[in-house]
């Protein structure tokens, strides 16, 4: 059994969309990172780093989205969700790294700039420097 732990408007949206896509049955968590459930007890016993997403896979918890994306896609080939070919594989894990390491920390930074600076004019640099950055 698959179960997803998400909140929505997170990164998490990607995961559950092409659990969606696929038509894999699951059950879904909602993990409401504004009240700080992440960071519960019991969430963290899930995903100790307090982050959404998490799958769960029979009890086993895969977290972050390059894993869990590749996962699903190597779990359900019918969904044809990966390329089948080496080079279009690799640039595929490629892309999805990229928007993990790069697009995503960017983009926090812009609609975020108060988890990197305490200080409103520090927040406005970091919401340029990401935008130039991006």
């Known amino acids: 059994m698959l179960t997803l732990y998400y909140s929505p408007g997170s990164s998490s949206v990607i995961p559950h969309l092409t659990l969606e896509e696929i038509g894999a049955p699951y059950e879904q968590k909602l993990i409401n990172l504004a009240k700080g459930e992440h960071k519960s007890d019991a969430y963290l016993q899930i995903n100790p780093r307090g982050k959404v997403p998490a799958l769960s896979i029979n009890g086993n918890i895969l977290t972050e989205n390059v894993a869990i994306l590749t996962y699903l ?11 089948q070919n080496l080079s279009d594989e690799a640039w595929c894990l ?6 993990a390491c790069a697009v995503r920390p960017a983009f926090a930074h ?15 640099n970091v919401k340029e420097t990401a935008l130039k950055t991006f």
């Open 73 to 83: 896609a190597m779990q359900f080939p019918a969904a044809q969700l990966m390329p």
């Open 110 to 124: 812009i609609i975020r700039p108060e988890r990197f600076a305490s200080d409103t004019a520090a927040q406005a």
């Open 94 to 99: 490629s892309t999805m790294a990229w928007f």
